[in-house]
Structure formats: structure tokens, C-alpha cells
């Protein structure tokens, strides 16, 4: 379960204290829980958190307040949809790669038959960006395959910097101002033709 953040309370704490704050296990689950990771990039920040049984994450940006949470993914089965086709891909094996600046996270996991791949680094072309790489090896014709983000809170200060999400590769972006939430969808030329690789990348950039 997730509960949004108080953007009251955020004032200079540091990324790690807030990211803490922006996830929240349920009471039952008495399994000790992985260790989280942050990847920062310049003003920005990626908070990856174990919630229930894969990783989640939330993107953090700093501002004049310090710290908030401006998105956070959005796990499980989408409203109506199939649970081998997450609304984000299922992360449950995730590591830390490289030092400083070259530092990355990458991740896998696994839904129905459709192995999932990831890799979140700074981008290289932008140095106010978090790039996400992600792929899907799958043998069936994917029903749905990208990210969905909703925002982490519901009030914001007003001097927050905003996070955009922008396509990279073989993706498109949109909004669906019903259901609050960003949506990622991976774009495939033949998705009949399987079993199939389906690969996409978007960055997280400051506006």
C-alpha cells in the first residue's frame, strides 16, 4: 500500500527520508524487506522501495522546499486488465552498477511467461535526466507493455520544479486525466509474430 506524501513535512529532509515516507508496507507483511535504493541525478532523484513482492519506485525532485515526490509507479494488473500484463514492468531482482556519476540500477523480473529487463542510469544526453531503458522477452502477443505513473501527492509548493516524461525509443507518452495517471506504452512493429523482444526507453527530465 502507498500512502501520498505530507509535502509539509519535507523541508530539507534528504531523499532517502522521503522516499521512506512515500512508501508503506502493509501491516501484515512481516518478511523483512530489501534494502532500498536512490540513483540521483543532478535535481532529481529515483527511489526504488519493496512493496509486497517487487520493487517500486518513486521520482523525487528538489526544489526550494527540499525534497518532494513528484511520481510514483504504478504496480499490478491495470484497471480490468490481465495480471500478466502489469501496468509496470515487474521489477524483483534489482542491483547497483558503477560508482559516482556512471552509477546505474538494473533490475529484472517476471510476469506470466514475459521476462522483464532494466536498466535506469543518468542519461547521456541530458544532465538534468534519468534515463529507463527497459525490455520484455515474451511468447505471446503482448496485450499491454510500458510504465504508468501517478503522481506521489496531491498538493505541491508552488516554486516545485515539474518532471516531465518524455519518449525515447519505440514508446509514446499520454495522459489519462480520469484515472490521474502517465502512461508509457511500448511501441512493437509485428507484435504477433512471437516469441518477441519488445524494447523501449523514456527519460524523466526537469522541465
Not at 112 to 134: C, K, V, W
Not at 164 to 185: E, H, T
Request: aromatic fraction near 8%; proline fraction near 9%; hydrophobic fraction near 40%.
Amino acid at each position: 500500500m502507498v500512502k501520498n506524501c505530507d509535502v509539509t513535512e519535507l523541508t530539507q529532509r534528504s531523499p532517502q527520508a522521503v522516499a521512506d515516507d512515500a512508501f508503506l508496507q502493509k501491516p501484515s507483511d512481516k518478511r523483512k524487506k530489501p534494502r532500498s535504493e536512490l540513483l540521483s541525478v543532478g535535481r532529481i532523484t529515483v527511489a526504488f522501495e519493496w512493496v509486497g513482492d517487487r520493487w517500486r519506485h518513486c521520482l523525487l525532485v528538489h526544489g526550494k522546499s527540499g525534497w518532494q515526490p513528484i511520481y510514483q509507479s504504478v504496480e499490478g494488473p491495470l484497471p480490468g486488465g490481465d495480471p500478466n500484463w502489469p501496468a509496470s514492468a515487474v521489477l524483483v531482482e534489482l542491483s547497483r552498477v558503477g560508482t559516482g556519476e556512471s552509477a546505474a540500477i538494473v533490475a529484472v523480473g517476471l510476469a506470466g511467461r514475459s521476462h522483464f529487463s532494466a536498466s535506469i542510469a543518468p542519461d547521456p544526453d541530458d544532465s538534468q535526466a534519468i534515463l529507463f531503458e527497459m525490455a520484455c522477452r515474451t511468447p505471446l502477443p503482448p496485450q499491454w507493455l510500458g510504465a504508468t505513473y501517478s503522481p506521489a501527492s496531491s498538493i505541491f509548493p508552488e516554486e516545485t520544479p515539474a518532471l516531465v516524461i518524455q519518449p525515447v525509443f519505440r514508446c509514446f507518452v499520454s495522459s489519462d486525466s480520469k484515472a490521474n495517471v502517465q502512461r508509457i506504452q511500448a511501441a512493437e512493429n509485428s507484435p504477433s509474430v512471437v516469441p518477441l523482444t519488445v524494447r523501449w526507453s523514456y527519460r524523466i527530465a526537469l522541465s
